[in-house]
């Protein structure tokens, strides 16, 4: 089983700026093993993807909307991956979930296995 928390999520100004952050844990689950994502879902919208960071941040891929304004980032040693967002907007308005990565796939939600609940980023015009 793997646990994964979420946090750092608010409400924000346009142009401000919001660290999340996720913590993964589980008995038999190797952090450093796996690709993780981070997703987003605003109301009446589909989960869509944001950003992704392979095993070893050999590979990291943004969504367009969010490139050059959100980095993603992972520390293998505390089993924590975060995303800096900078220059928010209102549409970054969204319950944002990280995810592990357990297909082939890095943008389809599809493939990922693991899931957090969710924080909320509220960002205010």
């Known amino acids: 089983q793997v646990q994964l928390g979420e946090s750092g999520g608010g409400l924000v100004q346009a142009g401000g700026s919001l660290r999340l952050s996720c913590a993964a844990s589980g008995r038999t689950f190797t952090f450093s093993s796996y690709a993780l994502g981070w997703f987003r879902q605003a109301p009446g919208k589909e989960r869509e993807f944001v950003a992704a960071?392979?095993?070893?941040?050999?590979?990291?891929l943004y969504a367009d909307s969010v490139k050059g304004r959100f980095t993603i980032a992972r520390d293998n040693a505390k089993n924590t991956v975060y995303l800096q967002m900078n220059d928010l907007k209102p549409e970054d308005t969204a319950v944002y979930y990280c995810?592990?990565?357990?297909?082939?796939?890095?943008?389809?939600?599809?493939?990922?296995?693991?899931w957090g609940q969710g924080t909320q980023v509220t960002v205010s015009s």
């Open positions: 995810a592990v990565k357990t297909g082939t796939s890095y943008l389809r939600p599809a493939d990922y296995g693991h």
């Open positions: 960071i392979s095993w070893n941040a050999g590979r990291i």
